[in-house]
């Protein structure tokens, strides 16, 4: 069945950055964006950008614009998420999903959570 | 950037009710790509509807979404205990994506 298997909880200090994997199984890896979607505690959904494994085009959240890397490596159907220079506001439960061909995400990850603290 | 406001930000309803959940958008939302997801207390998010009005595979008939431009909704017809969880909506029209702040439906 189609999956995406996140990467486990990491702690990390003010400042370091932070590195996620979501490993893709049962289906093409290249065929299907992945995104990238966080929530902090207690709020809502942000959505923080995507990638095409196929050509490896991006696209990325305004405000995390120069801090946020996404990557994919399609040997091992591993799509990767970079965030940089962290603050504790970027706290949170981090998401890949597996994208339709129009944008909505149909599969999710099961999260890994980020926590920032001193 | 499209801006997605939901209301009301809590509902109170009991099971066998009707839910009608808004989602406006600050602009039109191109070709009607607006998607609502249902989250319950730690698990990722699930695909209900997209495309404003189709089902995704395996959602219950009760769920239904409308609209179109700047206006949506999600009706749920008879509610089950099982569908008491945060509902967001998402625009995938245009970037950047965006989702709205979440309506929270609640057991009353």
């Known amino acids: 069945q189609v999956q995406l298997v996140q990467s486990g909880a990491e702690v990390k200090k003010p400042g370091a950055s932070v590195k996620v994997s979501c490993k893709a199984s049962g289906y093409t890896f290249t065929t299907y964006a992945i995104s990238w979607v966080r929530q902090a505690p207690g709020q809502g959904l942000e959505w923080m950008g995507w990638?095409?494994?196929?050509?490896?085009?991006?696209d990325y959240a305004q405000k995390l614009q120069g801090r946020v890397t996404v990557t994919t490596d399609t040997s091992t159907s591993t799509a990767y998420m970079e965030l940089r220079s962290l603050r504790s506001d970027d706290t949170a439960v981090y998401y890949c999903?597996?994208?339709?061909?129009?944008?909505?995400?149909?599969?999710w990850g099961q999260g890994t959570l980020v926590t920032v603290s001193s | 950037e499209i801006v997605l406001t939901q209301s009301p930000g809590t509902l109170s309803l009991s099971p066998g009710d009707r839910a009608t959940l808004s989602c406006r958008a600050s602009?039109?939302?191109?070709?009607?790509?607006l998607a609502w997801y249902q989250q319950k207390p730690g698990q990722a998010p699930r695909l209900l509807i997209y495309?404003?009005?189709s089902r995704a595979t395996g959602i219950p008939d009760r769920f239904s979404g409308s609209g179109s431009g700047t206006d949506f909704t999600l009706t749920i017809s008879r509610l089950e205990p099982e569908d008491f969880a945060v509902y967001y909506c998402q625009q995938y029209g245009g970037s950047p994506y965006s989702f709205g702040q979440g309506t929270k439906l609640e057991i009353k």
């Open positions: 602009q039109s939302v191109s070709s009607s790509y």
């Open positions: 495309g404003a009005s």
């Open positions: 990638i095409t494994p196929y050509n490896g085009n991006t």
């Open positions: 999903a597996r994208e339709s061909y129009t944008g909505y995400s149909i599969i």
